[in-house]
């Protein structure tokens, strides 16, 4: 059939040229400058690192011995997760109340509080980083409070404390936004319903309000989990370097260390992916349980 | 605090917003105002100054490095937001075999850690620049066109996940209407659908832009020894010291994001209303 003088077929022919067109130059770029990396790392894993830093391409599975026989690497895997987790559990904790009093305000009022989370959400992540060194330095302003109020000075920073500050800090507004997206979608009538047919609010709350707002939840809780693992910058910053996260080491093993090992800082980022993935995974799986 | 959700919001939720704002403008507000102390350590109050920010001006090492920050995140923004849209439309307007792959592929970059994908592309760099050596003899060196070539590949999935929502909200039959009028493909594009998109579009660089001017993690990793880039010396400068001049740089640096956050909200709400 002719449409304007342009056979079926031949519109047919049109539409995929214009869509390898639209295609080939993102496709392209994801391939050969995110797939083919990720396929290098995987390859250097398996190799063999030279005295010098030079890869030697020969098969061995001797790094990923490595990672599990060395207490030094599993000690940074445990401390990363379980830090990492911690982090997620105190912004959900801080951040679910603030996008419920936001999403509740009539909207000129919502319209201030979500521009005031947006804000940092923006804002660069070492300038934020440091601004925590600048307040628990020796002399800064809560030592300077602790002294007024007749206390000896603390060591603030560097330390663990510290560092876990600088997280929840830094990751927050991630937790934040996806929560604010759920709870608007939040249908509140439910709750009066809830109320009407008996149910106490804190139960209507853990029967209603967070099963149907389970999605954000996850959504944020990942969005904090993954970068608070990978992380090598606040423990650096706030931390002084003296405990070993992940990041360090994978920094350490790709920039610094003399010889640099890229076969065993590949081997450890392929676990890291795997034991990734495997706790999204169930996590996925245990917050759509949670919704049935 | 639960207890009382069904409320605009209960004193208990009310005294947990307010903490939680302290929390998160407190250091912010102590930046700030410490980067107009004169002391110089940079930690406590003890009298106005400009000075550091005269010292910053004349830092020409810190200014060649604001520039290439500049440079790079505007090259990358302008590439990510061109493919970014081009991807956008095929996967909003076409059904082919793959597209479920390629979601995959666009949604990857957004959740892998920065890190991996970080020493992912030094160990690609280097094992392209030494075949490159090998077969022509000319090794390229890390700089500005690898932290480029890095920053497109982390931003344009960002570029993309936003101009397909303004695609998924853009009225179909309003080309409909175009072409039953005797316009083109190429001028319903030009005439309807792009002017019609483009806060969407707008609004894609502009997150691209702050992501890639932001980048410490990736740029680290991609840039060369001769190169300098912002984030770059902040971490070098932060690392070794606190000084009054970084908090100033800072402050500075929060007046830009907070500009772009402004322009991001604004063109958002004009794409909105007119729509």
């Not at chain 2, 853009?170 to 806060?199: K, N, S």
Request: net charge positive.
């Amino acid at each position: 059939m002719a449409i304007g003088g342009i056979t079926a077929a031949g519109v047919r022919s049109g539409a995929r040229r214009r869509l390898a067109a639209l295609l080939a130059p993102g496709l392209f770029w994801l391939i050969a400058f995110f797939a083919i990396p990720l396929v290098v790392v995987l390859a250097y894993s398996f190799a063999v690192p030279g005295p010098t830093g030079r890869i030697e391409w020969r098969f061995t599975l001797e790094n990923y011995q490595r990672l599990f026989g060395e207490t030094l690497y599993v000690s940074a895997y445990v401390r990363s997760l379980w830090v990492g987790l911690l982090t997620t559990v105190i912004c959900l904790v801080m951040g679910y109340p603030l996008a419920l009093f936001t999403v509740r305000q009539p909207p000129a009022w919502r319209a201030v509080l979500l521009f005031l989370i947006l804000i940092p959400f923006w804002t660069n992540f070492l300038v934020r980083t440091y601004a925590w060194m600048v307040i628990l330095s020796n002399n800064g302003i809560i030592n300077a409070t602790i002294q007024a109020l007749g206390f000896p000075r603390q060591i603030l920073y560097p330390g663990e404390g510290a560092v876990l500050i600088g997280l929840v800090y830094g990751q927050l507004p991630f937790m934040v936004l996806p929560l604010v997206a759920a709870l608007d979608r939040f249908d509140f009538t439910l709750m009066e319903a809830a109320a009407d047919l008996g149910a106490s609010r804190r139960r209507a709350f853990w029967r209603i309000m967070l099963p149907l707002t389970a999605p954000g939840i996850a959504a944020g809780s990942v969005l904090v989990f993954i970068p608070t693992v990978g992380q090598f910058v606040v423990s650096d910053l706030l931390g002084g370097a003296k405990v070993d996260f992940l990041g360090n080491l994978l920094q350490r093993l790709f920039t610094r260390s003399n010889p640099p090992n890229w076969p065993l800082g590949s081997a450890m980022a392929v676990m890291f992916m795997l034991v990734l993935t495997v706790a999204i995974i169930a996590y996925f799986r245990a917050t759509a349980e949670e919704r049935r | 605090m639960a207890r009382r959700a069904p409320e605009a919001g209960g004193l208990l939720l009310r005294l947990h917003t307010g903490a939680t704002l302290l929390f998160l403008y407190a250091p912010i507000v102590v930046l700030v105002v410490f980067s107009f102390t004169s002391d110089s350590f940079g930690v406590r109050w003890t009298g106005f100054t400009l000075r550091w920010y005269q010292r910053l001006f004349s830092d020409e090492r810190l200014i060649g490095a604001t520039l290439n920050t500049l440079l790079v995140a505007t090259v990358a923004t302008l590439i990510a937001t061109v493919i970014g849209t081009m991807l956008a439309f095929a996967m909003e307007r076409y059904r082919f075999r793959g597209r479920t792959g390629l979601e995959a592929l666009l949604y990857v970059p957004i959740v892998i850690p920065e890190i991996v994908m970080a020493l992912a592309l030094l160990g690609f760099f280097a094992l392209a620049f030494g075949l490159i050596d090998a077969w022509f003899g000319v090794r390229p060196v890390m700089g500005l066109a690898t932290v480029i070539i890095a920053h497109v590949a982390f931003t344009v999935s960002f570029v993309v996940v936003v101009v397909r929502t303004s695609l998924k909200n853009f009225d179909v039959r309003l080309e409909e209407a175009a072409a039953d009028l005797g316009a083109d493909a190429w001028q319903t594009f030009r005439r309807i659908t792009l002017p019609l998109i483009m806060p969407g579009i707008i609004g894609g660089a502009l997150l691209g832009f702050t992501l890639s001017l932001d980048d410490f993690i990736i740029t680290f990793f991609t840039t060369g020894p001769g190169t300098s880039l912002l984030p770059v010396e902040v971490y070098g400068q932060v690392k070794r010291a606190i000084t009054p001049k970084i908090n100033a740089l800072s402050t500075l640096m929060l007046v830009a994001s907070i500009t772009l956050v402004f322009l991001s909200q604004f063109i958002q709400w004009r794409g909105r209303r007119s729509s």
